[in-house]
Nanobody
């Protein structure tokens, strides 16, 4: 089993920035992929960004150029730096760990509003 604990959500004005962090613990496998998904009310969960152990990244088109994902393999943490936030980024953000199956954090709410 893998446990994921997120932190860093909150309320921010349009154009602002937030940093989300996630720490993984338990039966960690070093080659697992980690990332962030989000789900807005009435919508399906979608990939925001992911990163492999080797540092290869993938981003949703809607966040390219604004969000940056990084990870610390030694600490089993993944971070999402979110800049130039828009109201449409408002969502619950979930940390994800994938090796043999998907593991999910409980989610952290990001609200972008003036």
């Amino acid at each position: 089993q893998v446990q994921l604990v997120e932190s860093g959500g909150g309320l921010v004005q349009p154009g602002g920035s937030l940093r989300l962090s996630c720490a993984a613990s338990g039966s960690i496998v070093s080659i697992a992929s980690m990332g962030w998904y989000r789900q807005a009310p009435g919508k399906e969960r979608e990939l925001v960004a992911s990163i492999t152990t080797g540092g290869s990244t993938k981003y949703a088109d809607s966040v390219k150029g604004r969000f940056t994902i990084s990870r610390d393999n030694a600490k089993n943490t993944v971070t999402l730096e979110m800049n130039s936030l828009k109201p449409e980024d408002t969502s619950v953000y979930y940390c994800n760990y994938f090796y043999d199956r998907h593991y999910w954090g409980k989610g952290t709410l990001v609200t972008v509003s003036s």
